[in-house]
Nanobody, 119 residues
Framework: QVQLEESGGGLVQAGGSLRLSCVAS????????AGWLRQAAGKEREFVAG????????AYADTAKGRFTISKDNAKKTVYLQMNSLKPEDTAEYYC????????????WGQGTQVTVSS
């Protein structure tokens, strides 16, 4: 089992920045990758950014490229999502997730943190 706890969400004006954090605990030795996904009201959950558990490789959705940066502090077992130039359409519940070895999908999820961007 891997436990994930997100923090850092809040209300910000368009053009502002937020940094989300996700602290992992439990059997993190099973983790292969981590990611941030989001779900806006009335919409399906979508991938935002991902990172290998080693922190070496990253991937971004087109909507995040150039504005968001995913990173990982291996010592702290913490994954970050730095979000700059936020837009109202970035408003959503943001979830941290982990994929363990031997799986093809994220199989551990945090509770989510709300990000609201006002225009």
């Amino acid at each position: 089992q891997v436990q994930l706890e997100e923090s850092g969400g809040g209300l910000v004006q368009a053009g502002g920045s937020l940094r989300l954090s996700c602290v992992a605990s439990g059997r993190t030795s099973d983790a292969a990758a981590a990611g941030w996904l989001r779900q806006a009201a009335g919409k399906e959950r979508e991938f935002v950014a991902g990172i290998t558990w080693t922190g070496i490789d990253t991937a971004y959705a087109d909507t995040a490229k150039g504005r968001f940066t995913i990173s990982k502090d291996n010592a702290k077992k913490t994954v970050y999502l730095q979000m700059n130039s936020l837009k109202p359409e970035d408003t959503a519940e943001y979830y941290c997730a982990v994929r363990t070895f031997g799986t093809n999908e994220y199989n551990y999820w945090g509770q989510g943190t709300q990000v609201t961007v006002s225009s």
